[in-house]
């Protein structure tokens, strides 16, 4: 699966942004996909997941009810539309999947192997 994200940009402390990850190949269905964001000399931070199916989804602690994770597999989109945007969420936004067919409840702990360019996201003052 190959996945490339897109919707960023810069928006001012307390705004919105809808991110989309658009993905390609027959592994999409059955694929989990997540987003994580990195910012410049830090780790990878895990900011949401949704399941195969969108049955299932899980978000980061920080997020706190102000993202939303969303798929449709009939146009092979997931989309992750944050609220409330904080100083602290300025980062490099990606997609990433796992392929494997997932039943669990755990999505946070899956692998994502496959990432996707990332899209900058920026939250002014």
């Known amino acids: 699966v190959q996945l490339q994200a897109s919707g960023g940009g810069l928006v001012q402390a307390g705004g919105s942004l809808r991110l989309s990850c658009e993905a390609s190949?027959?592994?999409?269905?059955?694929?989990?996909i997540a987003w994580f964001r990195q910012s410049p000399g830090t780790d990878r931070e895990f900011v949401a997941a949704?399941?195969?199916?969108?049955?299932?989804?899980t978000y980061g602690d920080f997020v706190k009810g102000r993202f939303t994770i969303s798929r449709d597999n009939a146009l092979n989109m997931v989309y992750l539309q944050m609220n409330s945007l904080r100083l602290e969420d300025t980062a490099v936004y990606y997609c990433?999947?796992?392929?494997?067919?997932?039943?669990?409840?755990?999505?946070?702990?899956?692998?994502?192997?496959?990432r996707g360019q990332g899209t900058q996201v920026t939250v002014s003052s």
């Open positions: 990433a999947a796992d392929p494997r067919k997932y039943y669990g409840s755990n999505l946070y702990r899956l692998k994502y192997n496959y």
């Open positions: 190949g027959s592994t999409f269905s059955t694929s989990s």
């Open positions: 949704i399941s195969w199916t969108g049955g299932s989804t």
